[in-house]
Structure formats: structure tokens, C-alpha cells
């Protein structure tokens, strides 16, 4: 038995961080669903907008619960400032998808791009797979997280290629307005953020395994 598994059997186990942090993967798993269903659809609708920013509250508090559980506990399954630093990674792609729900509204979206749609749907790809990835942290299956570290990076370089494709189309489009150009830029750059912000998760989490395994 290795050390590591040795002391795991030993210690307590504190499953609320896990638990925190689950829900966290589940709560933005759910907000890119809701973002890429409006990406898919023609009308404006502000309870879009609204649910997102309902979901983004809710990750907020969650913050708020696991800094507090850090502070009343001296032993944690995994070195506090990873699960710390964990849970902000995935607050900074809430954030992001929230940012992108926002610009669809300030810009007055109705038919979402091509490119639009098509990271909404990789960014959903992926935090489909992040949201299964904290089971395995939490069961210390360290090659089945390498597995997941190599999803994230095949859609992220997807979403790249698709990211740069579009922006050139939109440099090189002559008839293009500048306020069409600005509003599809931005809201283009939050997306490929988000996806850019899973593939980082994705890589922390196998950092991990290398230093827990």
C-alpha cells in the first residue's frame, strides 16, 4: 500500500469539500446548457438571462460555504489551497459563461452565428466531462482524470480552430458593420475564455494526480 493510500485510510474523511465542489461542476454544466439552448434559438428572452445569473449567485455561495469549511478544518483530503484553488477555477468559468449570457442581452442577440453556436456546444462538451471528473478526484482515480485532462484539450483545440476561423471571417468581411464586429467579437472571445478555462481545470486535475498518485 502506498503512503499516500495509507494516510487517506487513516485521516477523516472531510467529504463536504468534494461534495461543494460537485455541485459546483453540476450548477455550470447546467448554465452552458441554458446558454447553448438560447444560442440555438432566434428570440430574445430575458429568463435566459436571468437563470444564468440565478446559477452564477448560487456558485458564489458555494464559495462562500467551502472558504468557511477550510477555515474550521485542520485536515483536508487533498492540500487546501488545491481544493481552493479548484473551486475559484471553476467560479471563473460561471462567470465567463455569465459574461456571455450578459452580451447576448447588452447587444441585442437574436440569431446567435454559426461560431456562436458551435463553442456554445463544445463549451457544454466540456463541463459535461468536467462535472464527471470530481467523482474521480474524489475516488483518487488518478489515470482515469489523465483520461479526462486529454478530452478537455481535443475540444479545446477544436474551439480554437473554430474561434480563429471565425475572427478572421469577421477582419476580412468588408460589408461587416463595426457594431456587428465588435458584438460578435466579444461575445466570441467569452466563449473560447470558457472553453480555454475547462481545459485549465482539466490540466490542475491532472496535476493532481501526479502529485497525489
Known amino acids: 500500500m502506498k503512503l499516500q ?13 468534494f461534495n461543494i465542489i460537485e455541485q459546483q461542476t453540476s450548477i455550470v454544466y447546467e448554465a452552458a446548457q441554458v446558454l ?5 434559438n432566434v428570440f430574445v428572452n430575458t429568463t435566459v438571462r436571468d437563470t444564468i445569473q440565478e446559477l452564477e449567485h448560487q456558485g458564489d455561495r458555494l464559495i462562500q460555504a467551502l472558504e468557511e469549511s477550510l477555515a474550521r478544518t485542520f485536515i483536508t483530503p487533498i492540500d487546501r489551497e488545491d481544493i481552493h484553488k479548484l473551486a475559484i477555477e471553476l467560479d471563473d468559468i460561471l462567470d465567463l459563461i455569465n459574461l456571455t449570457a450578459r452580451s447576448f442581452f447588452l ?9 456562436m453556436k458551435q463553442l456554445a456546444g463544445l463549451l457544454v462538451e ?3 466531462i468536467l462535472k464527471e471528473a470530481i467523482p474521480s478526484l474524489r475516488k483518487h482515480d488518478y489515470t482515469k482524470l489523465r483520461e479526462i485532462k486529454r478530452a ?10 473554430i474561434f480563429r476561423e471565425a475572427m478572421s471571417n469577421l477582419f476580412h468581411d468588408s460589408h461587416i458593420s463595426a457594431k456587428v464586429l465588435l458584438r460578435e467579437k466579444e461575445i466570441l472571445e467569452s466563449l473560447e475564455a470558457a472553453i480555454d478555462h475547462c481545459e485549465e481545470v482539466s490540466e490542475f486535475l491532472a496535476n493532481l494526480a501526479v502529485k497525489h498518485g
Open 126 to 128: 466540456s463541463t459535461a
Open 152 to 161: 478537455v484539450k481535443k475540444i479545446e483545440k477544436e474551439g480554437d480552430i
Open 36 to 40: 447553448a439552448h438560447f444560442s440555438q
Open 107 to 115: 447587444y441585442g442577440v437574436e440569431q446567435p452565428s454559426t461560431p
Open 5 to 17: 493510500e495509507l494516510i487517506r485510510l487513516l485521516l477523516p474523511k472531510e467529504e463536504i469539500f
